[in-house]
């Protein structure tokens, strides 16, 4: 008796455990964060109602993220980095202007209105969150002044040694002040002016520290 010939092959399922995290998933839980810190800030939101919020399972979260910390701290840097492109108009003064409007506009946003200062309230009673935010703004927004001074300075514009640090103090101080704190308004002609300070500060004061 001859062997019954062999059955083709079927494929093998990955298991649960494999799956691919799903993009579209991902974002609807980003945005969730985002408007669960709005309505409730930190202190009260969970993970249950960022999945409530999401539409999804509470799995879906921790499988991406084990608790919220990281998942806000993820989220607030990711956000952070995609909003700030590194402008390159030609000029410093052109470039400073141009990062001065950008942080602007995201401050004036209803949502980080609301979300920033609550985030560093909680910051100041978490060294945990205090010190992952402090990491998570310094390498979005640092990276970005980092590369306006490095381009101003290859133009001659300023010299090498500016400090990146100090760039990323005179830009991102006046507009928390006005925006966060005061909650007043910030013309044109105000960012003007505010551009045309920090250039100056900049060119006249080139050493690191």
Known sequence: MTDPEPRPSTPRRAPAGAAVLREDVTESIRAAVFAELAAVGYGRMSMEGIARRAG????AVYRRWRSKLP?????VSDIAAAGLPVPDTGTLH???RAMLEVSARALR???????IPDLLAEAARSPELAAAL???LRDAQGGVAAAVIRQAAARGEIPAATDPGLALDLLAGPLYWHLAVMRDDLPRHRLDALTTAVVAALSATPAAG
């Open 56 to 59: 999804v399972g509470k799995a």
């Open 71 to 75: 998942l806000v701290l993820d989220t």
């Open 109 to 115: 946003h209803p949502v980080a209105a609301q979300i």
């Open 94 to 96: 052109g470039d400073v």
């Open 134 to 136: 402090r990491t998570a």
